[in-house]
């Protein structure tokens, strides 16, 4: 039970994240529609970051500082 709980704990704020995020590209895209679209795919490729990446290194520019 204790692994299961350890991987429920990184994965959970990795999500979290990354619909956070998701959210915050999808008003972005809305806002320019105009927008090319190598840099539409290239803006959702941070949410695939996120989502391939569920720890990160501690930062100070962090959103949740």
């Known amino acids: 039970m204790n692994a299961l709980q350890e ?3 990184s994965v959970f ?5 990354a619909a956070t995020l998701t959210i915050a590209i ?4 809305l ?3 105009r927008l090319p679209s190598a840099w539409r795919h290239a803006i959702w490729l941070l949410v695939v970051v996120r989502l391939l ?5 501690e ?5 949740r500082n």
């Not at 990446?53 to 290194?57: D, K, N, W, Y």
């Not at 930062?59 to 959103?63: A, E, I, K, P, V």
């Open 7 to 9: 991987i429920f704990t």
């Open 13 to 17: 704020p990795a999500s979290r994240d």
């Open 26 to 29: 999808g008003i972005l895209l």
């Open 31 to 33: 806002a320019f529609r």
């Open 53 to 57: 990446l569920p720890v990160l290194p």
């Open 59 to 63: 930062s100070s520019l962090s959103w």
